[in-house]
């Protein structure tokens, strides 16, 4: 089929081999070759494993050997094949089970997404995503109101697994364009006093969380300030002005066990060229030690 389905899934279980435990995690993609890799991890370091795949019909459908790596780690890779059993795979590593995956062929999975009703949608998602592509995380997690992708996919008619791909992510890319023009107005119409909550409700929409310092700050104020009557253009020049005064606010509460990382990863932020900034000083630590407590120009850094 022309088509691409992928599948993220994760699987754990502890595995005996004697005495010595193999930890076996299954990352795997199927794409229109029925290509899976399998990776784990193994308690026996630099030794081989024999991995074998069983059917949903009892049958084996794949024997190999592993080799585990210096940390453990061993990758497979190896074909399912087109005309694949729909049901639940075995993984069995040093003759233990493993962990299993499922695997739904493509008619099944058109049926039941051309069957989902509104209210049904979500669990369809969780049963069959993996085999689309789609999963309730991502774009789809920041919608504050999720019935219109819902009511998208509801109305159905798909004949091809691509269709259903392509039609969430439009109604996702919709309906979050939608929210983030109205958090936007917000924003740029907010007063001071309002900012902190209208921040908070909107953290996901305007993809704040995306700046992990921003999220650690323990005085959010200073940026703030530098969000009101700023009359921002879109989201992308909003995120600028979060991204640089975090940067800013973030080196004023550095501590001398953070402020080398600050600096490091706020760099582009605060315009700051390292290379440059350490040349001819001998001791970094001085430099961070007048930065500490200070709060930067954003245009100086």
Known sequence: MGMKKRILALVSAMVLLGS???????????????HITIRGMSGRLG???????????????????????????????????ADAKQGEYRVMVGGELAGTFTYHDPDTVIAAF?????????????????????ALTGDYARLKDTLSVKEAIAAGGFSEVAHIKNRFDEAVAE????????????VNAAALADMPDLLTENHLTLR????????????????????VGKNFADVEALRAEVDKAAAVQAVYESTEATIADVLTDNAAFLGIDLAAYYTGVENPAVVHNALMGERLADEEA
Request: no cysteine; net charge negative; aromatic share 10%.
């Open 114 to 134: 051309n069957d989902a009703e509104v209210e049904t949608v979500e669990e369809i998602i969780r049963t069959y995503g993996y085999a689309v592509g789609v």
């Open 175 to 186: 309906q979050l364009t939608s929210e983030q023009t109205a958090a936007l107005a917000a």
């Open 208 to 227: 704040l969380d995306e700046n992990t310092y921003y999220a650690g700050l323990s005085d959010k104020s200073y940026v703030y300030e530098r969000l």
């Open 47 to 81: 030794e081989q494993l024999p991995l074998v795949v069983v059917g949903p019909d009892g049958q084996i459908v794949e024997i190999s050997q592993v080799t585990s790596g210096a940390d453990g780690a061993f990758t497979h890779d190896y074909t399912i094949g």
């Open 20 to 34: 010595t435990p193999v930890w076996a995690e299954i990352d795997y993609e199927i794409d229109v070759n029925q």
